[in-house]
């Protein structure tokens, strides 16, 4: 079954760029999102089709896609960016990252 | 205003059944794909199950296929999880959400419902 591989874990600090990466066999070929979770609360698409953003979601956050890896980034990360955050793609189903958890410090 | 209102989680034995239901308003659930998303506590999102609109199109996934049915009413604007066969694995977190009708991504969530599976 196909998998997306995320870091368990990045830290950024205030205003600084924060970049998440996700990691899948040719995921370039496919479409990824973003989806935000912060604690107590349901996920929130911030990037779909690779670098598209939703109406309400800050330009702070961009994304790319190519080759193997899906990327995420976060231009002057805010304190209310901290959150975990998931890939994901289609693989004949939904498939999911396993999540990275954001730090800003 | 969109809403996806899940219910039927709860506290259940091993080996028993729960049913939950998802209700949704605010855009035309009738033309949408629905699906099951779930979370273990302290973990990740795991997909489950989607039906497309038309409501026999459907699949699950591997760790939940032959115990778990998805299914849908039309008419009540309702999305359905029959989940048979319960195991302490399948304690989570159930989502239903909607697929954006072109661009393929998971638009709206609702709150969830807790499932947990102790004897």
């Known amino acids: 079954s196909y998998e997306l591989i995320q870091p368990p874990s990045v830290s950024v600090s205030p205003g600084q760029t924060a970049s998440i990466t996700c990691s899948g066999d040719?995921?370039?070929?496919?479409?990824a999102s973003w989806y935000q979770q912060k604690p107590g609360q349901s996920p929130v698409v911030v990037i779909y089709q690779n670098t598209q953003r939703p109406s309400g979601i800050p330009e702070r956050f961009s994304g790319s896609n190519s080759g193997n890896t899906a990327i995420l980034t976060i231009s002057g990360t805010q304190a209310v960016d901290e959150a975990d955050y998931y890939c994901?793609?289609?693989?004949?189903?939904?498939?999911f990252g396993g999540g990275t958890k954001l730090t800003v410090l | 205003q969109v809403q996806l209102v899940e219910s039927g989680g709860g506290v259940v034995q091993p080996g028993r059944s729960l049913r939950l239901s998802c209700a949704a308003s605010?855009?035309?659930?009738?033309?949408?794909?629905m699906h099951w998303v779930r979370q273990a506590p302290g973990k990740g999102l795991e997909w489950v199950a989607v039906?497309?609109?038309?409501?026999?199109?459907?699949n699950h996934a591997d760790s939940v296929k032959g115990r778990f049915i998805i299914s849908r009413d039309n008419s009540k604007n309702t999305l359905f999880l029959q989940m048979n066969s319960l195991r302490a694995e399948d304690t989570a977190i159930y989502y239903c959400?909607?697929?954006?009708?072109?661009?393929?991504?998971?638009?709206?969530w609702g709150q969830g419902t807790l499932v947990t599976v102790s004897s």
């Open positions: 605010g855009f035309s659930f009738s033309s949408s794909g």
């Open positions: 959400a909607s697929i954006h009708p072109t661009n393929s991504y998971f638009d709206y």
């Open positions: 039906i497309w609109s038309d409501g026999v199109t459907k």
């Open positions: 994901q793609t289609w693989a004949n189903t939904a498939v």
């Open positions: 040719k995921l370039g070929d496919k479409y």
